[in-house]
């Protein structure tokens, strides 16, 4: 498991602590707040925290968080220092969502947009059904990651699991390592040098240095299922 | 016999399992080797709110005059847990369906007609349009598998949230939506490549169970701060278990499709054979709220084959607090119009036969996104229909309701009902027509 540090404390930390607050009030707090730092102690494996953000926030949870940590993010940057529980930042539109630690099932499910980074592995359905989220996985990915996934990137510097980008649509897989297997209609494609850049870009953007994207090899949708035929129903 | 007479002949018969019907099917599928799909609920002759029928007053029950004494029809869904529950005038809401699915004229004069109703609309698989939110004065916003369209600032704009876990159609299945019906703004919205054909998850992505689904329910109420109903959709497939579930999980309304609810796009196989008829879901749902001291508290919708004020009045005699109307809103609108029977013709059907909602070619612009025929339907003609039949709708049901005494439609109960079969009673709990008998 990565292992787990402390943050520095500033004086512009605002501390919300969850043995003090109930989850309701942080979460109303948050809402009515368009921009500040914010360092949320105790969540304790709390659901639903930080959820429906909708601001120029900066948010750091010191702990492991539940389900749908960040779920539905806007704009705000929330690190969780610890593990995510199912589905950290679902449906997230924009903004900055950094997991210190590893994260379990469907993380980023059906984001549309912004960065989520994953500093150790992700469970299985990582990327499941995603809509324009870019997610970095440094760690690997389990299986049926990215299945019908349709825009954005799902960039894995260690292995993924069985059936990756099943049924995937338009969006853009790079794995670093091995991959179990492929999904029905996920096929490998030829990394290019625009490939490799917009990759170095953002790995940039995750703060990962040092590595050699030609070493990533890219996969995405061989559009055969598209349109419904009988001659791909043997497929599934 | 006289060689010359004519020999009687024995007349051709066709048979009850081999019907013309099925003949066909077998011959289209042996040339085309894919399974038929098509829109609208189940066609077969299913157990209704046809075979139940009202008592009415006696010397026992006392009526209401039908022109002067008033039988209230408001209903509000969401008093359990949500800061803002929704009141309605009527006890009729408009069923979930989707911009792509239906036009954006369709959804537009759904819109205008459920707001001079009172009463509301729902979004459905890709989001909502601003017609739709513009034109609904009060507007449920879907969220289903697909999550296609999904946004957090739509989920604020709603005035309820419904979780889809299944349809009537197709309990267990996932939407459809055929390349023909994805336009640019369609495909957009759904962020998908325009044209190609849209087969949806049947499963949400992010919870499994319903142990997930309360974390999920909260997880809405907390982006929303609690402000908003939230409903649970399933089809009938098991009544009683899913809405004691639905009301574990948090919900504050249930919302259970039978059978006959309807589709966009589905296969013939599914909508046929998959489920239960919603006159067999309705008193299994109700006990589990019973004895779970939930009746009336959690509100339960019931959709799924309502046509008339005598249907609306019956399911909510059985213990709904509402119906929800999809097929029959549409037909409201000119679905299967008469005027149309020379290009039904011309699609290999007849007017009040046309289901192929999935092809995008209906005459009367209603399931399709072609610019010409989406013309077709007037948004505001449509709502003004769509508005008289829901007020015929709740004029019927008040009627039923003051003959059997009540000055409000959530008065009617089982015992105001009988029971034309067999099967109708044991699936209703009320008794067969003369007797006191309910079987089972």
Redesign the interface.
């Known amino acids: 498991m990565t292992k787990v540090s402390s943050i520095p404390r500033t004086s512009r930390n605002s501390v919300l602590d969850l043995v003090e607050m109930s ?2 009030s942080v ?2 707090l948050l ?1 009515d707040t368009r921009d500040g730092d914010f360092l949320i102690r105790n969540p304790r494996g709390a ?2 925290i930080v ?2 953000l ?1 601001g120029n926030l900066k948010v750091t949870i010191e702990g492991h968080v ?3 940590c960040a ?2 993010n ?1 704009r705000a940057h929330v690190t969780v220092i610890g593990n995510a529980g ?2 950290v930042a ?2 997230m ?1 924009s903004g900055i969502v950094h997991v210190r630690g590893d994260a379990s ?2 993380a980023g ?2 984001g ?1 947009g912004g960065l989520l980074v994953i500093d150790g592995n992700a469970s299985a ?1 990582c990327g ?2 995603l ?2 989220l870019d997610i970095v996985v440094k760690g690997s990915v389990g299986h049926m990651s990215a ?2 996934a ?2 954005g990137r799902l960039v894995v510097l260690g292995d993924a699991g069985d059936g990756l980008g099943d049924s995937l ?2 969006a853009q897989l790079f794995v670093r390592g091995a991959v179990k297997s492929l999904g029905t209609d996920c096929i490998e494609k030829e990394l290019r040098d625009e490939h490799r850049a917009a990759l170095r870009t953002l790995l940039d953007a995750a703060g990962v240095r040092n590595i050699d994207v030609a070493k990533f090899r890219r996969y995405g949708s061989a559009r055969k299922l ?3 035929h ?1 001659d791909n129903a043997g497929q599934y | 016999m006289n060689a010359n007479e004519p020999r009687p002949m024995t007349l051709p018969r066709y048979s009850a399992t081999f019907d013309l019907h099925t003949i066909a099917e077998i011959h289209r599928a042996a040339a085309t080797g894919i399974y038929d799909i098509r829109g609208f609920g189940a066609k077969r002759k299913l157990p209704h709110f046809d075979d139940l029928l009202f008592l009415g007053a006696s010397i026992s029950r006392y009526p209401l005059e039908g022109y002067r004494e008033r039988c209230g029809t408001d209903v509000t869904l969401g008093r359990r847990h949500a800061k803002k529950p929704i009141t309605l005038k009527i006890p009729i809401t408009i069923a979930g369906m989707s911009f792509g699915s239906l036009s954006a004229n369709a959804k537009e004069a759904l819109g205008r007609g459920a707001a001079v109703a009172g009463t509301t609309t729902t979004t459905g698989d890709g989001g909502m349009t601003d017609e739709e939110r513009s034109h609904s004065k009060t507007l449920v916003y879907q969220l289903v598998p697909s999550r296609y369209g999904m946004d957090p600032d739509q989920l604020r704009k709603a005035d309820a949230i419904e979780v889809v876990v299944g349809q009537g159609a197709k309990p267990g299945g996932g939407g459809m939506l055929l390349g023909h019906k994805i336009s640019e703004r369609v495909a957009g919205m759904r962020t998908l490549p325009a044209g190609i054909d849209q087969r949806s998850p049947c499963r949400h992505p992010d919870w499994t169970g319903p142990d997930d689904l309360e974390i999920k329910i909260r997880e809405l109420r907390e982006i929303t701060d609690w402000e908003k109903p939230i409903y649970v959709k399933v089809g009938a497939a098991r009544p009683y278990y899913d809405t004691a579930l639905a009301v574990k999980s948090g919900a504050d309304v249930v919302v259970l499709d039978g059978m006959q609810g309807g589709t966009g796009a589905t296969q013939e196989v599914f909508i046929e054979h998959v489920g239960i008829p919603t006159l067999a879901a309705i008193r299994p749902a109700v006990q589990a709220l019973i004895e779970l001291d939930m009746h009336r508290k959690v509100q339960l919708i019931v959709s799924g084959g309502i046509r008339t004020g005598a249907d609306v009045a019956k399911a909510l005699a059985l213990g709904a607090d509402a119906v929800s109307i999809g097929t029959a809103a549409l037909i409201a609108l000119g679905d299967n119009d008469p005027r149309y029977e020379d290009e039904y013709r011309k699609l290999g059907t007849t007017t009040g036969a046309y289901d192929d909602w999935h092809e995008g070619r209906d005459p009367a612009g209603i399931t399709t996104q072609d610019p010409e025929l989406t013309k077709r339907l007037d948004p505001i003609l449509g709502g003004r229909r769509l508005a008289n039949y829901l007020a015929v709708l709740t004029l019927e049901a008040q009627t039923i309701a003051r003959a059997c005494g009540k000055s409000h439609v959530h008065n009617l109960e089982p015992e105001d009902l009988v029971a034309l079969t067999v099967e109708a009673a044991a699936m209703a709990r009320v008794p067969l027509a003369g007797t006191s008998w309910i079987p089972g």
């Open positions: 989850l309701r979460n109303q809402h659901h639903a959820c429906g909708d539940g389900y749908y779920g539905m806007k199912t589905g679902e449906n539109m099932q469907s499910a059906t549309c359905r499941i059904a809509r324009g299945f019908m349709q825009a649509y338009e598209y349109h419904f009988v």
